[in-house]
C-alpha cells in the first residue's frame, strides 16, 4: 500500500449537504466537503459509486452503467449554459417551491430532485446547442473531445438510455427483438431516430466530467484525496449487459452458498462472469473499469474483492450450483491476477467481510492489497468471543468500525450485551470505558482514538462516527429507506463547529495522523 498514513470520512456524495445543492449532494460539493476535513486533520474523502441510475433506483450498486457519472450530482449553479435568470425562469414559482421542499427534506427524493434538475438541464443544452454548438466554439470543441474520447462507453450508454425512455423505461430484455439481440441495422436506424436524446445525454455526460475534473483539483489542493467504490458487478438490466452479452452468463446468477445464517443461501439476482469468456478476451472489461476508476479517483475500494478470486452462481432453474473456480489454487491465482492489474490502474483497497475463505487475507497481505479491519468484527481467544486489539492489526489495512451497511457505532454500542462491554474494556485503549453508561462523547471519543491509534495505513470513519450520530446509509435487511440518508448539518455548519473541528485536528495530531502543514 502506497498511501501515507492518514484518516477520511466515509460519506457518499448523495449525503453531502451544502446551502446551494438540490437536495442531493453534487459534485461541486467535493471541493467544499474537503475544504471541511483537512481543518479536521482528514486527508480523504470516500465516496460510494457515483454512477448512473435508472428512474426509480436509489442503490448505487444498482446503476444501468459501470462507467456514466449520474447528471443528478450535476451542479447547475455551476453550468456555463445557464445563468440564475435562466434557472429562474426554468423553475417557476411551482418549481421555486419544490426546490425550498428539497433543500430541506431529511432525505433524498431521487425522483423528484431527477425530475427538477432534468428540467433545468434541458435549458442548458438547448442554450448550448444554440449558442456553443452551431457557431463551433472551443466549448463546442471541447464537447466533441469529450464524445470521442469517451466513446467506448458512451455511445452504448446514451443510445441504451434512448431506447430505454422510448420503451417507458422497461427493460432491454423487454424489447423488440433488434433492438434487443443488437442487430446493427436496427441499432444504427434506432440511433437516427433518437439522436437529439443522445445528443443531450452526451452533452449532460460532459458536464459532469467537466465538473469532476474540476473537483478533482480543487480537492488537491485543499490536500484531500478522494476514494471511490468500483462495484463487483453491473445489474443483469444494464448498459453494459446488452452491450456485452457474451461476457456474462445469463442463465446464471451470483450469489452466495447455504450456511448457517442463510440454510438456502443468497440469490442476489445478479448476473454472473462468463470467466472462460473473460480470460479469452484478457479481462479487457474490468481492466477498463479499473482503468476507469483510476481516472476518477485517487485510490478505491474493490467491493466483494472475494468475487475476483471465487464466484457462487446457481442457475436459474435452480438445479445446479457452485463456485467458479472450483480449486482453492485457481481461485487464489485468478484472485492475485485481477487484484495486481486492478492495482496498476490506482492504490485498491479490498472489501473483504462476510464469511471468508482462510486463504483470502494471506493472499492480500501477500500482494500488498489492504483489506478491512471492522472492530465489532475483529474476534479472536477461545470460541472468538474476545474483541481483538486494533493495536495489533496490521500496516497494510483499513481501520474502522461501521461500514455503509451497518447500523452505526452508537446504535452498535449501546446494543452490546454486558459481557461484550466488559470484553471490549479488556482493549488498552478503552479501559477507561464506563460499561454500564450509554453511547455518548467519552464513548464516542475512545472508540475512535482507538481506530485513529490502530498501526492501519488508513482509517476510515463514517461521518455519522465522527459526529456521535445515528443516522444509518443502508440496512440490508430493510427494504424501505436505504440510500437516502443526508448529513445532518451543512458543510457551512460542520465547519462553523469550532468544537468538532478541534476535537478532530487534536486527535489526528495526536495519533500521528495530522496533515502536514
Known amino acids: 500500500m502506497r498511501f501515507p498514513r492518514v484518516a477520511g470520512c466515509t460519506i457518499p456524495l448523495f449525503s453531502i449537504r451544502t446551502r446551494r445543492s438540490w437536495g442531493v449532494g453534487e459534485i461541486t460539493d467535493l471541493a467544499d466537503c474537503a475544504a471541511w476535513l483537512r481543518t479536521g ?6 465516496i460510494l459509486p457515483p454512477y448512473e441510475l435508472a428512474a426509480g433506483e436509489a442503490s448505487p450498486y444498482g446503476a444501468r452503467t459501470a462507467f456514466g457519472l449520474d447528471p443528478i450530482y450535476i451542479g447547475l449553479d455551476a453550468v456555463e449554459d445557464l445563468d440564475a435568470d435562466a434557472i429562474d425562469r426554468a423553475l417557476g414559482d411551482e418549481g421555486k417551491r419544490e426546490l425550498a421542499r428539497l433543500r430541506a427534506a431529511p432525505s433524498v427524493e431521487y425522483d423528484a430532485v431527477r425530475r427538477l434538475k432534468a428540467r433545468v438541464l434541458a435549458v442548458a443544452f438547448d442554450r448550448f446547442r444554440d449558442r456553443e454548438w452551431a457557431h463551433e466554439t472551443a466549448r463546442a470543441r471541447s464537447f466533441r473531445a469529450f464524445v470521442a474520447a469517451e466513446a467506448m462507453w458512451e455511445d452504448d450508454l446514451s443510445l441504451y438510455v434512448a431506447l430505454r425512455e422510448s420503451h417507458h423505461e422497461y427493460g432491454w430484455g423487454t424489447w423488440p427483438d433488434g433492438e434487443r439481440t443488437r442487430d446493427p441495422a436496427t441499432l444504427a436506424r434506432a440511433a437516427h431516430d433518437h439522436d437529439a436524446r443522445i445528443f443531450a445525454h452526451r452533452y ?27 462495484p463487483f458487478v453491473v445489474g443483469l438490466d444494464s448498459a453494459d449487459v446488452w452491450a456485452n452479452r457474451e461476457l456474462f452468463h445469463l442463465d446464471e446468477r451470483l450469489g452466495t452458498p447455504p450456511d448457517e445464517g442463510a440454510p438456502q443461501g443468497q440469490d442476489w439476482g445478479l448476473p454472473v462472469y462468463d470467466w472462460d469468456a473473460m480470460e479469452r478476451d484478457e479481462y479487457s472489461w474490468i481492466r477498463r473499469r479499473a482503468k476507469r476508476a483510476g481516472e476518477l479517483y485517487g485510490l478505491y475500494r474493490v ?3 472475494l ?8 442457475s436459474t432453474d435452480g438445479r445446479q450450483s457452485g463456485f467458479s473456480p472450483p480449486e482453492e489454487q485457481d481461485q487464489i491465482q485468478r484472485g492475485e491476477r485481477l487484484m495486481r492489474m486492478m492495482s496498476r490502474f490506482g492504490e485498491v483497497i479490498a472489501e473483504d467481510l462476510g464469511a471468508l475463505p482462510d486463504y483470502l487475507r494471506p493472499s492480500l497481505e501477500r500482494i500488498g492489497v489492504a483489506g478491512y479491519r471492522v472492530l465489532r468484527w475483529e474476534r479472536e481467544g477461545q470460541g472468538g468471543q474476545d474483541f481483538r486489539d486494533p493495536g495489533s492489526w496490521p500496516e497494510i489495512s483499513v481501520a474502522t468500525n461501521a461500514t455503509h451497511d451497518t447500523d452505526t457505532t452508537a446504535d452498535w454500542y449501546d446494543a452490546l450485551s454486558p459481557e461484550d462491554r466488559e ?3 479488556r482493549i488498552p485503549a478503552l479501559v477507561g470505558l464506563d460499561p ?25 470513519v463514517t461521518l455519522e462516527d465522527l459526529l456521535g450520530g445515528r443516522g444509518r446509509i443502508n440496512d ?22 469550532e468544537e468538532l473541528t478541534a476535537r478532530l485536528a487534536t486527535l489526528a495530531s495526536e495519533t500521528g495522523r495530522a496533515p502536514a502543514r
Open 307 to 314: 468475487g475476483c478470486y471465487r464466484t457462487f452462481s446457481r
Open 204 to 230: 449532460a455526460q460532459w458536464i459532469a466530467h467537466e465538473q469532476w475534473a474540476r473537483a478533482r483539483a480543487a480537492m488537491r489542493v485543499a490536500g484531500v484525496e478522494l476514494m471511490g467504490d468500483l
Open 41 to 46: 486533520g482528514l486527508r480523504l474523502l470516500q
Open 423 to 425: 470484553r471490549l474494556r
Open 303 to 305: 467491493d466483494h474483492a
Open 436 to 460: 454500564a453508561a450509554p453511547f455518548g462523547p467519552d464513548a464516542r471519543d475512545a472508540l475512535l482514538r482507538a481506530l485513529y491509534a490502530a498501526p492501519s495505513t488508513l482509517t476510515l
Open 476 to 497: 440490508p435487511n430493510t427494504p424501505e429507506g436505504n440510500w437516502t440518508y443526508r448529513a445532518p448539518a451543512t458543510i457551512d455548519e460542520l465547519a462553523a463547529d
